[in-house]
C-alpha cells in the first residue's frame, strides 16, 4: 500500500507544478527526519520516539505493622503505587504528519476511509459496525493486531484502535461470573464483598466524568478502609498539592478541562480474579487489570487524540477474625499503572495527551518502545520512566 501511494504521488507530482510548501510544514518535516536520525543512532537503527519525563521516586512506603493480627509480620507493610509512562506515537504516525503537512490533499485522499471525503458513524475502518469482542477472562497470549486504517475523528473517535471493539463505560468491569466462593480461609461473603469493592474502586477512579475532568475522587477515596491513616493521608496530599514524587494521576485518571473535553464514552478491557495469598491463612488477594482507553479532543478543535491508562491493583479480603479491617471499605494494597500518550511529566496532577501538532516538540525519551494495547504482558517490575508507545 505504502509503495502504490509512492508511485501514485509521483505520477501526481509529474503531472502538476508541485506547491511550495510552508515554513511550518518544512520545519516539521524537518525535525522529524532530526528525530530518526536521533533515535536510530540511539537505539541502533529503531524508528519509535516519544517524549521524556524524568524517572519519579517512589511513593512513601507504610511503616510496618500498618495492619493489626497475628500474621502481620509476615506482610511487606506496603501500600504502594507503582507506575511506567509511555508517551506518544511512533514511527506510522510521525511519517503521516510529514506526508500531510508537504501534500496535504493527496494524502488525506489517500487514507484509507477517505479522509476529509466523507466519514461514516462507526468505529470500524470505512464506516462498517464492528462486533464487540467476548469478556476477557484470562491474560491473552498476544497482543491485538494493527492495522492501517482511518484516523480517529469526533464521529469515530476509537477507529483504527483495537478499542473499537472493547466495551464501554462501568459495564465492561464485571464480577467473575458464578458465585464467590472460600478462598484460603477468607468467606465468600468477604471476597464477594472486596470484588465488589475492586470493580467500585476501578469505576471511580477511572470512570467517573467528574474525576476525568479533574475532580476530587470523594467516591474512590470513601472505599478505602479508614485504617490507611498514613496512605490515605499521603493520597489526599497529592491530590491538594501533587508532586514529582506523589502524584495523583498514577491512582486516579485526571485531564485538564482548560486543555481537553472527552469525545465519547470510555472504552474498557480487562478482568478481576481472585487468588489466595500463599503462605498466610486467613487472606485472599482480588486482582483487577483493566485498560482504559479515552478519546480527547481540545476545546474548539477537531482532532482527537487517544490515552491509554492500564490500571493493575490489588485488594485484600482476609478473615476478621485473624486481621482487622472496616466493613464496607478496601484495603488497596497495591496499584501499578502504565500511561500512554502522556507528556511524561510528573507533578502537575493531570495527563496532558499528545496531538498531531505537539509533534514539533523536543524528544527526550529513554524507554524502550511498547504496544499500550498488548495485555498480554504483565506490569510486574515496569520501569519507571518515559518509553514510547507504537500507537494509539
Same mark, same amino acid.
Given at each position: 500500500?505504502?509503495?502504490?501511494?509512492?508511485?501514485?504521488?509521483?505520477?501526481?507530482?509529474?503531472?502538476?507544478?508541485?506547491?511550495?510548501?510552508?515554513?511550518?510544514?518544512?520545519?516539521?518535516?524537518?525535525?522529524?527526519?532530526?528525530?530518526?536520525?536521533?533515535?536510530?543512532?540511539?537505539?541502533?537503527?529503531?524508528?519509535?520516539?516519544?517524549?521524556?519525563?524524568?524517572?519519579?521516586?517512589?511513593?512513601?512506603?507504610?511503616?510496618?505493622?500498618?495492619?493489626?493480627?497475628?500474621?502481620?509480620?509476615?506482610?511487606?507493610?506496603?501500600?504502594?503505587?507503582?507506575?511506567?509512562?509511555?508517551?506518544?506515537?511512533?514511527?506510522?504516525?510521525?511519517?503521516?504528519?510529514?506526508?500531510?503537512?508537504?501534500?496535504?490533499?493527496?494524502?488525506?485522499?489517500?487514507?484509507?476511509?477517505?479522509?476529509?471525503?466523507?466519514?461514516?458513524?462507526?468505529?470500524?475502518?470505512?464506516?462498517?459496525?464492528?462486533?464487540?469482542?467476548?469478556?476477557?477472562?484470562?491474560?491473552?497470549?498476544?497482543?491485538?493486531?494493527?492495522?492501517?486504517?482511518?484516523?480517529?475523528?469526533?464521529?469515530?473517535?476509537?477507529?483504527?484502535?483495537?478499542?473499537?471493539?472493547?466495551?464501554?463505560?462501568?459495564?465492561?468491569?464485571?464480577?467473575?461470573?458464578?458465585?464467590?466462593?472460600?478462598?484460603?480461609?477468607?468467606?465468600?461473603?468477604?471476597?464477594?464483598?472486596?470484588?465488589?469493592?475492586?470493580?467500585?474502586?476501578?469505576?471511580?477512579?477511572?470512570?467517573?466524568?467528574?474525576?476525568?475532568?479533574?475532580?476530587?475522587?470523594?467516591?474512590?477515596?470513601?472505599?478505602?478502609?479508614?485504617?490507611?491513616?498514613?496512605?490515605?493521608?499521603?493520597?489526599?496530599?497529592?491530590?491538594?498539592?501533587?508532586?514529582?514524587?506523589?502524584?495523583?494521576?498514577?491512582?486516579?485518571?485526571?485531564?485538564?478541562?482548560?486543555?481537553?473535553?472527552?469525545?465519547?464514552?470510555?472504552?474498557?478491557?480487562?478482568?478481576?480474579?481472585?487468588?489466595?495469598?500463599?503462605?498466610?491463612?486467613?487472606?485472599?488477594?482480588?486482582?483487577?487489570?483493566?485498560?482504559?482507553?479515552?478519546?480527547?479532543?481540545?476545546?474548539?478543535?477537531?482532532?482527537?487524540?487517544?490515552?491509554?491508562?492500564?490500571?493493575?491493583?490489588?485488594?485484600?479480603?482476609?478473615?476478621?477474625?485473624?486481621?482487622?479491617?472496616?466493613?464496607?471499605?478496601?484495603?488497596?494494597?497495591?496499584?501499578?499503572?502504565?500511561?500512554?500518550?502522556?507528556?511524561?511529566?510528573?507533578?502537575?496532577?493531570?495527563?496532558?495527551?499528545?496531538?498531531?501538532?505537539?509533534?514539533?516538540?523536543?524528544?527526550?525519551?529513554?524507554?524502550?518502545?511498547?504496544?499500550?494495547? %498488548?495485555?498480554?504482558?504483565?506490569? %510486574?517490575?515496569?520501569?519507571?520512566?518515559?518509553?514510547?508507545?507504537?500507537?494509539?
Amino acid at each position: 500500500m505504502w509503495g502504490k501511494f509512492v508511485e501514485d504521488s509521483e505520477r501526481d507530482i509529474r503531472g502538476a507544478a508541485p506547491k511550495e510548501p510552508s515554513a511550518r510544514a518544512r520545519m516539521v518535516t524537518e525535525r522529524l527526519r532530526a528525530m530518526d536520525e536521533a533515535q536510530a543512532r540511539s537505539n541502533g537503527g529503531g524508528k519509535k520516539r516519544g517524549w521524556g519525563r524524568n524517572k519519579p521516586a517512589a511513593p512513601p512506603a507504610q511503616p510496618e505493622g500498618w495492619r493489626t493480627g497475628p500474621a502481620w509480620q509476615d506482610m511487606d507493610g506496603r501500600a504502594t503505587r507503582r507506575r511506567r509512562g509511555w508517551s506518544v506515537v511512533g514511527v506510522l504516525v510521525a511519517a503521516a504528519v510529514a506526508v500531510v503537512a508537504v501534500n496535504p490533499s493527496g494524502a488525506l485522499s489517500w487514507l484509507p476511509g477517505g479522509l476529509g471525503d466523507g466519514w461514516g458513524t462507526s468505529d470500524g475502518a470505512n464506516g462498517a459496525s464492528v462486533a464487540p469482542l467476548v469478556p476477557e477472562t484470562a491474560r491473552p497470549s498476544s497482543a491485538p493486531s494493527a492495522e492501517l486504517a482511518d484516523m480517529p475523528t469526533r464521529e469515530r473517535p476509537f477507529v483504527g484502535s483495537p478499542a473499537a471493539r472493547w466495551e464501554s463505560g462501568a459495564k465492561a468491569i464485571r464480577l467473575p461470573e458464578g458465585k464467590a466462593k472460600d478462598v484460603n480461609g477468607v468467606s465468600a461473603a468477604a471476597v464477594e464483598e472486596a470484588l465488589e469493592g475492586a470493580r467500585d474502586f476501578l469505576i471511580a477512579s477511572n470512570l467517573d466524568r467528574e474525576v476525568i475532568m479533574g475532580a476530587e475522587p470523594k467516591k474512590a477515596l470513601a472505599l478505602l478502609d479508614p485504617l490507611m491513616v498514613d496512605y490515605l493521608a499521603d493520597v489526599r496530599a497529592g491530590l491538594r498539592k501533587p508532586t514529582v514524587e506523589n502524584d495523583p494521576v498514577w491512582m486516579f485518571t485526571r485531564f485538564d478541562p482548560d486543555e481537553v473535553e472527552p469525545v465519547d464514552d470510555v472504552r474498557v478491557r480487562g478482568r478481576l480474579a481472585v487468588e489466595p495469598v500463599r503462605g498466610t491463612a486467613g487472606k485472599a488477594v482480588v486482582k483487577g487489570d483493566y485498560t482504559f482507553v479515552y478519546a480527547l479532543h481540545r476545546p474548539g478543535g477537531g482532532e482527537v487524540a487517544r490515552v491509554i491508562v492500564r490500571r493493575v491493583i490489588e485488594v485484600e479480603a482476609v478473615d476478621p477474625v485473624r486481621f482487622q479491617a472496616t466493613d464496607g471499605h478496601i484495603w488497596l494494597a497495591d496499584i501499578n499503572s502504565e500511561i500512554s500518550n502522556d507528556d511524561c511529566r510528573n507533578g502537575d496532577g493531570v495527563i496532558r495527551p499528545y496531538f498531531l501538532a505537539d509533534l514539533e516538540g523536543d524528544p527526550t525519551a529513554t524507554g524502550e518502545a511498547r504496544d499500550p494495547y %498488548d495485555r498480554s504482558q504483565g506490569l %510486574d517490575g515496569a520501569a519507571e520512566e518515559c518509553g514510547v508507545a507504537s500507537r494509539t
